[in-house]
Protein backbone atom coordinates (compact mmCIF):
# COMPACT_ATOMS: atom_id res chain seq x y z
CA UNK A 1 0.00 0.00 0.00
CA UNK A 2 1.15 3.72 -0.76
CA UNK A 3 -0.12 7.18 -1.02
CA UNK A 4 -0.36 9.43 -3.89
CA UNK A 5 -0.90 13.27 -3.52
CA UNK A 6 -3.67 14.40 -5.60
CA UNK A 7 -2.75 17.46 -7.92
CA UNK A 8 -4.95 20.15 -9.86
CA UNK A 9 -6.31 18.50 -12.90
CA UNK A 10 -6.19 14.63 -11.39
CA UNK A 11 -9.12 12.55 -12.19
CA UNK A 12 -10.14 9.36 -10.39
CA UNK A 13 -10.12 7.65 -13.28
CA UNK A 14 -6.55 8.93 -14.87
CA UNK A 15 -4.79 7.87 -11.70
CA UNK A 16 -6.79 4.16 -11.41
CA UNK A 17 -4.86 4.24 -15.52
CA UNK A 18 -1.61 5.68 -14.11
CA UNK A 19 -1.60 3.37 -11.05
CA UNK A 20 -2.88 -0.37 -12.78
CA UNK A 21 -6.16 -0.30 -10.90
CA UNK A 22 -9.72 0.54 -11.28
CA UNK A 23 -11.74 3.63 -9.98
CA UNK A 24 -14.12 1.86 -7.96
CA UNK A 25 -11.30 0.55 -6.07
CA UNK A 26 -9.29 3.70 -5.42
CA UNK A 27 -12.67 4.70 -4.56
CA UNK A 28 -13.78 1.88 -1.79
CA UNK A 29 -9.79 1.86 -0.79
CA UNK A 30 -10.23 5.85 -0.14
CA UNK A 31 -14.15 5.97 1.51
CA UNK A 32 -14.60 8.48 -1.75
CA UNK A 33 -18.52 8.47 -2.23
CA UNK A 34 -18.69 10.66 -5.42
CA UNK A 35 -15.92 9.27 -8.09
CA UNK A 36 -15.97 12.33 -10.35
CA UNK A 37 -15.32 14.55 -7.65
CA UNK A 38 -11.96 14.46 -5.47
CA UNK A 39 -9.08 17.36 -4.03
CA UNK A 40 -6.20 18.33 -4.76
CA UNK A 41 -3.36 18.31 -1.64
CA UNK A 42 -5.66 15.29 -0.30
CA UNK A 43 -3.76 12.35 0.15
CA UNK A 44 -5.12 9.23 -1.69
CA UNK A 45 -4.22 4.93 -1.00
CA UNK A 46 -3.06 3.10 -3.39
CA UNK A 47 -3.64 -0.12 -3.90
CA UNK A 48 -1.00 -3.01 -4.98
CA UNK A 49 2.37 -1.89 -4.22
CA UNK A 50 4.84 -2.15 -1.87
CA UNK A 51 4.70 -0.46 1.47
CA UNK A 52 7.89 2.21 0.92
CA UNK A 53 6.45 3.14 -2.65
CA UNK A 54 6.14 6.96 -2.61
CA UNK A 55 4.13 9.28 -4.90
CA UNK A 56 4.16 11.97 -2.91
CA UNK A 57 5.62 15.28 -4.61
CA UNK A 58 9.33 16.10 -3.97
CA UNK A 59 9.52 19.93 -2.68
CA UNK A 60 10.60 21.53 -6.10
CA UNK A 61 7.31 19.58 -7.37
CA UNK A 62 8.53 16.55 -8.76
CA UNK A 63 7.18 12.82 -8.68
CA UNK A 64 9.58 10.52 -6.77
CA UNK A 65 9.48 6.83 -5.55
CA UNK A 66 10.51 4.46 -4.12
CA UNK A 67 11.15 0.48 -5.23
CA UNK A 68 8.62 -0.99 -7.53
CA UNK A 69 8.69 -2.49 -10.92
CA UNK A 70 9.14 0.16 -13.68
CA UNK A 71 6.75 0.00 -16.37
CA UNK A 72 3.64 -1.01 -14.42
CA UNK A 73 1.42 2.12 -14.08
CA UNK A 74 3.44 3.80 -11.93
CA UNK A 75 4.92 7.41 -12.04
CA UNK A 76 8.53 6.62 -13.95
CA UNK A 77 11.89 6.70 -12.53
CA UNK A 78 13.21 10.48 -13.06
CA UNK A 79 15.65 9.95 -16.33
CA UNK A 80 16.46 14.14 -15.80
CA UNK A 81 14.40 17.34 -15.54
CA UNK A 82 12.58 18.46 -18.17
CA UNK A 83 14.16 22.29 -18.46
CA UNK A 84 15.37 24.53 -21.58
CA UNK A 85 19.09 23.34 -20.66
CA UNK A 86 17.86 20.02 -20.56
CA UNK A 87 16.84 18.74 -23.56
CA UNK A 88 17.19 15.18 -24.98
CA UNK A 89 17.13 13.83 -28.31
CA UNK A 90 14.17 12.03 -27.96
CA UNK A 91 12.51 15.66 -27.31
CA UNK A 92 13.52 16.98 -30.21
CA UNK A 93 12.59 14.31 -32.18
CA UNK A 94 8.94 14.89 -31.02
CA UNK A 95 8.84 18.10 -31.38
CA UNK A 96 10.24 18.07 -34.98
CA UNK A 97 7.66 15.31 -35.70
CA UNK A 98 4.89 17.15 -34.21
CA UNK A 99 5.64 19.89 -36.59
CA UNK A 100 5.82 17.36 -39.65
CA UNK A 101 2.36 15.64 -38.32
CA UNK A 102 0.20 19.67 -37.68
CA UNK A 103 1.30 20.76 -41.12
CA UNK A 104 0.50 17.41 -43.10
CA UNK A 105 -2.83 17.56 -41.17
CA UNK A 106 -4.44 21.33 -40.99
CA UNK A 107 -1.32 23.70 -41.29
CA UNK A 108 -2.09 26.73 -38.75
CA UNK A 109 -6.27 25.60 -39.13
CA UNK A 110 -7.30 23.55 -36.28
CA UNK A 111 -9.24 20.64 -37.84
CA UNK A 112 -10.90 19.09 -34.37
CA UNK A 113 -8.08 16.26 -34.60
CA UNK A 114 -5.42 17.13 -31.94
CA UNK A 115 -5.58 13.77 -30.87
CA UNK A 116 -4.87 12.31 -34.13
CA UNK A 117 -1.99 14.75 -34.66
CA UNK A 118 -0.23 13.84 -31.45
CA UNK A 119 -0.18 10.18 -32.14
CA UNK A 120 1.00 10.38 -35.16
CA UNK A 121 3.95 12.56 -34.13
CA UNK A 122 4.10 9.80 -31.78
CA UNK A 123 4.35 7.04 -34.00
CA UNK A 124 6.88 8.77 -36.49
CA UNK A 125 9.74 9.93 -33.41
CA UNK A 126 8.94 6.64 -32.13
CA UNK A 127 7.30 3.55 -33.89
CA UNK A 128 4.15 3.33 -31.60
CA UNK A 129 1.15 4.52 -31.46
CA UNK A 130 -0.86 5.57 -28.40
CA UNK A 131 -4.65 5.67 -28.43
CA UNK A 132 -7.17 8.27 -26.94
CA UNK A 133 -8.76 11.17 -27.76
CA UNK A 134 -7.45 14.53 -26.27
CA UNK A 135 -8.35 14.00 -22.04
CA UNK A 136 -7.37 9.81 -23.14
CA UNK A 137 -3.94 10.49 -24.33
CA UNK A 138 -2.14 10.74 -20.59
CA UNK A 139 -3.59 7.41 -19.83
CA UNK A 140 -2.36 5.79 -22.72
CA UNK A 141 1.04 7.05 -22.87
CA UNK A 142 3.42 4.02 -21.86
CA UNK A 143 5.06 5.14 -18.34
CA UNK A 144 8.19 3.48 -19.56
CA UNK A 145 8.36 5.97 -22.42
CA UNK A 146 6.70 8.55 -20.97
CA UNK A 147 7.45 10.20 -17.11
CA UNK A 148 4.81 13.03 -15.97
CA UNK A 149 6.13 16.30 -15.30
CA UNK A 150 5.46 19.19 -12.83
CA UNK A 151 5.85 22.74 -14.10
CA UNK A 152 3.83 25.51 -15.36
CA UNK A 153 2.22 25.72 -18.94
CA UNK A 154 4.93 28.99 -19.41
CA UNK A 155 7.79 26.77 -18.63
CA UNK A 156 6.68 24.07 -20.67
CA UNK A 157 6.28 25.88 -23.90
CA UNK A 158 9.82 26.59 -23.88
CA UNK A 159 11.04 23.57 -23.55
CA UNK A 160 10.18 21.41 -27.11
CA UNK A 161 9.25 17.65 -27.11
CA UNK A 162 6.93 17.70 -24.22
CA UNK A 163 3.27 16.30 -24.41
CA UNK A 164 0.29 18.44 -23.22
CA UNK A 165 -2.91 17.03 -22.33
CA UNK A 166 -6.06 19.31 -20.94
CA UNK A 167 -8.96 17.74 -19.66
CA UNK A 168 -11.48 19.96 -20.85
CA UNK A 169 -11.30 23.70 -23.12
CA UNK A 170 -14.06 25.67 -24.06
CA UNK A 171 -15.45 24.51 -26.92
CA UNK A 172 -18.37 22.10 -27.16
CA UNK A 173 -16.48 19.23 -28.38
CA UNK A 174 -13.45 20.28 -26.29
CA UNK A 175 -15.37 19.73 -23.34
CA UNK A 176 -16.15 16.39 -23.92
CA UNK A 177 -13.08 15.46 -25.46
CA UNK A 178 -10.11 17.86 -24.09
CA UNK A 179 -6.56 18.62 -25.98
CA UNK A 180 -3.41 17.47 -26.60
CA UNK A 181 -0.23 18.98 -28.22
CA UNK A 182 3.35 18.65 -28.05
CA UNK A 183 5.63 21.78 -27.61
CA UNK A 184 8.00 23.52 -30.05
CA UNK A 185 10.11 25.54 -27.53
CA UNK A 186 9.87 28.87 -28.77
CA UNK A 187 7.62 30.00 -25.64
CA UNK A 188 4.40 30.25 -27.46
CA UNK A 189 3.20 27.41 -29.64
CA UNK A 190 2.31 23.95 -29.61
CA UNK A 191 1.48 21.64 -32.43
CA UNK A 192 -1.08 18.55 -32.79
CA UNK A 193 -3.23 18.89 -36.16
CA UNK A 194 -2.40 22.32 -36.11
CA UNK A 195 0.55 24.73 -35.27
CA UNK A 196 -1.56 26.65 -32.53
CA UNK A 197 0.50 30.14 -32.68
CA UNK A 198 -0.14 31.21 -29.28
CA UNK A 199 -1.38 28.58 -26.44
CA UNK A 200 -0.79 30.73 -23.55
CA UNK A 201 -3.26 33.36 -24.88
CA UNK A 202 -5.66 29.82 -25.80
CA UNK A 203 -8.41 30.60 -22.93
CA UNK A 204 -11.30 28.55 -21.01
CA UNK A 205 -8.62 24.87 -20.60
CA UNK A 206 -8.51 23.17 -17.78
CA UNK A 207 -6.93 19.66 -16.18
CA UNK A 208 -3.57 20.56 -17.48
CA UNK A 209 -0.74 17.36 -17.89
CA UNK A 210 2.40 17.73 -18.72
CA UNK A 211 4.26 14.73 -19.77
CA UNK A 212 8.14 14.11 -21.26
CA UNK A 213 9.52 11.26 -23.61
CA UNK A 214 12.23 9.15 -21.57
CA UNK A 215 13.09 6.89 -24.96
Known amino acids: MSTYRIRPGDTLSALAGRFNTSVSE ?3 LNKIANPNLIYAGKSLRIPGHARN ?6 KSGGPRRGSGTKGSGQ ?3 SR ?5 GNVTPAMRKLASAGR ?3 MSIGGYNSQGLCATGVSKAIQNAFGFKVWGNGNQIDNNLPRDKFKQV ?6 ALKIPGLVLTWEKTSSRLGSIYGHTAITTGDGRS ?3 DFIERNTLGAGGRSGL ?7
Open 26 to 28: LAR
Open 75 to 77: VGE
Open 209 to 215: KIFMPTV
Open 100 to 102: AAA
Open 80 to 84: GTASP
Open 53 to 58: DSFEPT
Open 150 to 155: NMSLEE
Open 190 to 192: SVS
